[in-house]
């Protein structure tokens, strides 16, 4: 049985509910392969919208991405809407820009719709280490002002401390349209609220084989797991990093890629009041950056890194306690309690992948490492599309998507190379 890592939000997440294993024939509308948010997003909106959805998660709720990061809800794209004019035209960055903080409010949305404890706070801050960041961040600000976020302010050296108390950074960004949660306790509601509606969920329900037929006239889908299947007119593929080979043609132009989290043990309630005063959240605008928080216990969980494999605990610590002691010296003393990794999907454009495959098979995935409110908004515009409104869904079936050079032999080594190339701009401060 595949399950949880040994995750701080796997200990704390109060999980009650298990969900059981997919056995014999079910029927469905849509059927929802991956438990995670994209997946959980999609199924909600579309069972709100009078769908009959079932949902298959080859391990458990939040097993994914879903249930291991940092919890963090950036706003807008990994590649940013100035980025997406530059390459893609004034009238895709429009559009994208119009729903670059809607995924926010979606989350916020669930969670107040549905009563789901997820341990919210709000406020997030973009912090520099360098003039040339800080006016990055202007022009940031400026940018997503643009696009409705009023609720931006930048912080000078000193009103630093006010946000966050080191002194690492000489300014940034404070973002109040952000905020940050546990991220499993998330997905879990999500469940919770999916089958509240009427819609069904299995669990350890791997789907192994999908195959098109036709029934009476009519097009439909057969997704298959060891022991049952799902018969549905429409199927969405919503496994990003964790589907492997499930479908080659979007295994092709993604790639699953490590990072990792570590929390320390619950700090006195002083020592983490002062290190965080705000209690936002933090990232650093490194391209290799640490993202920080305190969690509702008081302890720093605290992620950054990209590898391109596993990483076991003992690693994983000695790689981050150096980087979170250089933030917090104070961190010397106190010791790791959990550390765990979890892969998101990178594309080469950076930008999400929203599609269709045939005319049964729709599909979201690769918000490279800036999912958890994409995911949301994903999910959303999968079920506008689904129930016949295609324009939002169009914006992003409209963007080029390119499979990695060299195919999966070169993946790795290909962005390797990346990770290395912007780790050195970050040292040299270019
Ligand atoms: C350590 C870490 C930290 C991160 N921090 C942040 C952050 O702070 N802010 C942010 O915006 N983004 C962050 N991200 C990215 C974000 O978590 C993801 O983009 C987002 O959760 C993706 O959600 P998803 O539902 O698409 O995929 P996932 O959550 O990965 O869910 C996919 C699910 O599909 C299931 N599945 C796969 N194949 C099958 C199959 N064949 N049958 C049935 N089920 C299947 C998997 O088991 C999995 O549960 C982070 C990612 C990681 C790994």
């Known amino acids: 049985m595949t399950t949880y890592p040994d995750s701080y939000y796997a200990a704390t997440a109060n999980r009650t509910v298990t969900y059981p294993t997919l056995e014999g024939e079910v029927t469905a509308d849509v059927c929802v392969v991956g438990g995670g948010y994209s997946g959980l997003s999609t199924a909600i909106a579309l069972q709100e919208k009078g769908y009959k959805v079932v949902l298959l998660e080859a391990a458990n709720i939040g097993f994914g991405a879903s249930g291991r990061n940092g919890g963090q809800l950036v706003n807008s794209f990994s590649r940013d809407i100035d980025h997406i004019e530059k390459h893609y035209g004034l009238d895709t960055a429009n559009a994208m820009g119009n729903m670059a903080f809607e995924g926010a409010d979606c989350i916020r949305g669930l969670i107040k719709k549905y009563n789901i404890d997820a341990d919210y706070k709000h406020g997030g801050f973009f912090a520099a280490f360098t003039e040339k960041q800080l006016k990055e961040l202007e022009s940031k600000k400026a940018l997503w002002e643009r696009f409705g976020n009023k609720k931006l302010s930048m912080v000078g050296k000193a009103d630093v401390s006010k946000i966050v108390n080191t002194d690492a950074y000489i300014g940034g960004l404070v973002d109040e349209h952000c905020?940050?949660?546990?991220?499993?306790?998330?997905?879990?509601?999500?469940?919770?609220?999916?089958?509240?509606?009427?819609?069904?969920?299995?669990?350890?329900?791997?789907?192994?084989?999908?195959?098109?037929?036709?029934?009476?006239?009519?097009?439909?889908?057969?997704?298959?797991?060891?022991?049952?299947?799902?018969?549905?007119?429409?199927?969405?593929?919503?496994?990003?990093?964790?589907?492997?080979?499930?479908?080659?043609?979007?295994?092709?132009?993604?790639?699953?890629?490590?990072?990792?989290?570590?929390?320390?043990?619950?700090?006195?309630?002083?020592?983490?009041?002062?290190?965080?005063?705000?209690?936002?959240?933090?990232?650093?605008?490194?391209?290799?950056?640490?993202?920080?928080?305190?969690?509702?216990?008081?302890?720093?969980?605290f992620g950054g890194g990209v590898t391109y494999g596993g990483g076991d605990p003992a690693s994983i610590k000695r790689f981050l306690k150096p980087h979170m002691e250089k933030i917090f010296p104070a961190m010397k003393d106190y010791k790791i309690d959990y550390a765990w990794g979890g892969d998101f999907l990178l594309t080469v454009s950076r930008l999400p992948q929203l599609g269709k495959i045939g005319n049964s098979i729709y599909y979201a995935q690769g918000y490279s490492g800036h999912g958890v409110n994409t995911s949301h908004l994903a999910g959303k515009i999968l079920a506008e599309a689904i129930s016949g409104e295609q324009s939002r869904f169009e914006v992003f079936t409209g963007l080029p998507h390119y499979p990695f050079i060299g195919g999966r032999a070169m993946r790795v080594p290909m962005t390797m190379m990346g990770a290395w190339y912007y780790g050195l701009r970050d040292k040299l401060g270019i």
Not at 226 to 231: A, D, L
Not at 241 to 247: D, P, Q, R, S, W
Not at 256 to 265: A, L, N
């Open 179 to 301: 905020g940050h949660i546990h991220p499993l306790k998330l997905a879990l509601g999500e469940a919770a609220a999916l089958v509240s509606i009427g819609g069904e969920v299995f669990e350890q329900s791997k789907v192994i084989d999908i195959k098109n037929i036709s029934e009476d006239g009519n097009e439909k889908v057969i997704v298959s797991t060891e022991k049952g299947h799902v018969k549905a007119n429409l199927l969405v593929l919503a496994g990003n990093a964790y589907m492997g080979n499930l479908e080659p043609k979007l295994a092709r132009k993604s790639m699953p890629c490590g990072t990792q989290i570590v929390t320390t043990e619950v700090l006195p309630e002083a020592l983490a009041k002062s290190l965080i005063p705000s209690q936002y959240c933090v990232e650093d605008v490194n391209y290799k950056l640490d993202y920080y928080r305190m969690t509702a216990d008081n302890r720093l969980l």
